[in-house]
């Protein structure tokens, strides 16, 4: 999972609007366009901000933009974490929970 800034500064100044670029390679074959997630945009201390995917700009099937807010995520080091549910028939529900942290390279100042 890779995470980018559209304007690829790495400090965005706090109550400032930006975008993130959510992109994932495939999962067992399946493409972020295939399944449902969701994605935690934090910071240490701060709870954050939640997205689903509907709430996020498809730009392709592994490709997706997540419009956030600095004052709904606080300050410090930019964190996402990435949640899904992967087909998978070796689980009772036929679904594997993934979680993937990744931090993004970007600080809220």
């Known amino acids: 999972m890779s995470c980018n800034c559209n304007?690829?500064?790495?400090?965005?100044?706090y109550g400032s609007e930006f975008?993130?670029?959510?992109?994932?390679?495939?999962?067992?074959?399946?493409?972020?366009?295939e399944i449902d997630f969701q994605c935690?945009?934090?910071t240490p201390?701060?709870?954050?901000m939640v997205l689903d995917k509907s709430d996020m700009v498809e730009i392709d099937a592994?490709?997706?933009?997540?419009?956030?807010?600095?004052?709904?995520?606080?300050?410090?080091?930019l964190m996402?974490?990435?949640?899904?549910?992967?087909?998978?028939?070796?689980?009772g529900d036929s679904l594997?929970?993934?979680?993937i942290t990744v931090n993004t390279g970007l600080t809220i100042k």
Do not use: Q, W
């Not at 201390?45 to 954050?48: A, H, N, R």
């Not at 990435?82 to 998978?88: A, K, R, S």
């Not at 594997?96 to 979680?99: D, G, L, T």
């Open 62 to 77: 592994d490709n997706y933009v997540a419009p956030l807010s600095s004052k709904d995520i606080g300050l410090g080091v």
């Open 7 to 13: 304007n690829n500064e790495e400090i965005i100044d």
């Open 96 to 99: 594997r929970h993934e979680v």
């Open 40 to 42: 935690t945009f934090f």
């Open 80 to 91: 996402v974490k990435y949640e899904c549910d992967v087909p998978d028939n070796d689980f």
């Open 45 to 48: 201390g701060f709870d954050g």
């Open 19 to 33: 975008k993130v670029n959510v992109s994932m390679e495939s999962i067992d074959g399946y493409h972020m366009g």
